[in-house]
């Protein structure tokens, strides 16, 4: 087996990743060889259910295609790329947001297109590309009209993220949310669990340096954001936040009193959240060190990682992404 340099297959970012490749026609399409990954764990649709909607539509044109069902003890990146040494064509990720980052990480640098079915809790990355949330919908993206969207990533400890990295109550809200309450509550569970870590904590004090700015702040929330998506649309994190921006965005959440919770709240609910006093932006561009007094948890596309310190570098252009023709 090669190293990971060995699958890079001479890709050329600038040529090969744009915005929005052009619409795909059907007619057009070489046959495929497809590897599935499937998180068995993601509630929202059986694994079986999974495997029969996307042979039905690969079957009609005779592409070639494996599954593969975790167990949460493989590397799936390595297996992503294993994969592509053998030839497939395209790459299927039918779990959450994190089965869908540990897929998209074996596929940087690559010029082979992932393919989404969001069946877990939130399904970040997938509703901020415009990918249907219907399981019959989301398969049969792969083999009708569609374009390539090449979108950026943040690279931790040689690991990829594409939607956020959240340091304060989110971590602590996905900490304090187990899987069962996940799989018959969804997002209401994670609502619930936020509520309970809100009682109680206090802003921290958070150094945070990037390549052209460094400040100290006292924070409830510092978010990292690559998607601006907030959990479901029309929410967003802040303006401006998009997936092929080639650059992150930091949010700085700043509340000490219910007042400014409400002031939170309500401008995101307006989505005018520059107008907030409670909120404060600036954007990165190569890289960026988050400190705190006391280590505290971090997420990472929905999932803990680590605690604090941590450190991310900005991938621009990192992984080929299959999205509707037109957007929703």
Not at 94 to 108: E, I, W, Y
Not at 151 to 175: E, S
Request: glycine share 6%.
């Amino acid at each position: 087996m090669g190293t990971y340099d060995d699958l890079i297959l001479c890709y050329d970012r600038n040529n090969e990743c744009e915005k929005a490749k052009p619409t795909m026609n059907i007619e057009q399409q070489q046959p495929q060889y497809v590897f599935t990954i499937i998180n068995p764990a993601s509630g929202m649709a059986r694994p079986d259910q999974i495997r029969q909607m996307l042979a039905t539509h690969f079957d009609q044109l005779q592409w070639t295609y494996e599954y593969y069902e975790t167990t949460g003890q493989e590397d799936i990146p390595e297996l992503v790329r294993q994969a592509v040494h053998r030839g497939c064509t395209m790459v299927v990720a039918a779990g959450g947001d994190g089965t869908v980052g540990a897929v998209a990480s074996g596929l940087v640098y690559t010029q082979i297109p992932l393919g989404i079915v969001p069946v877990g809790t939130a399904n970040v990355l997938a509703q901020d590309l415009d990918i249907p949330l219907n399981l019959d919908q989301a398969c049969a993206l792969f083999t009708s009209n569609y374009r390539i969207m090449c979108i950026d990533a943040m690279h931790i400890n040689d690991h990829f993220f594409f939607t956020q990295v959240g340091i304060g109550l989110d971590a602590l809200m996905i900490r304090n949310t187990g899987r069962t309450a996940k799989r018959f509550f969804g997002r209401v569970a994670y609502i619930w669990s936020g509520l309970r870590a809100l009682m109680g904590f206090q802003p921290q004090r958070f150094t945070i340096v990037t390549d052209t700015y460094s400040t100290r702040q006292r924070a409830l929330q510092v978010i990292v954001a690559n998607s601006g998506l907030l959990g479901a649309k029309p929410f967003q994190y802040g303006p401006d936040i998009h997936l092929d921006s080639q650059h992150v965005v930091v949010c700085l959440v700043k509340a000490h009193t219910i007042y400014d919770y409400m002031n939170v709240a309500w401008h995101t609910l307006r989505q005018d959240h520059e107008s907030s006093r409670n909120i404060r932006y600036f954007k990165v561009q190569h890289h960026i060190d988050i400190h705190s007094r006391r280590p505290l948890p971090v997420q990472a596309d929905g999932e803990l990682i680590q605690e604090t310190p941590v450190h991310i570098r900005v991938v621009p252009a990192a992984v080929r992404v299959i999205v509707p023709s037109s957007p929703a």
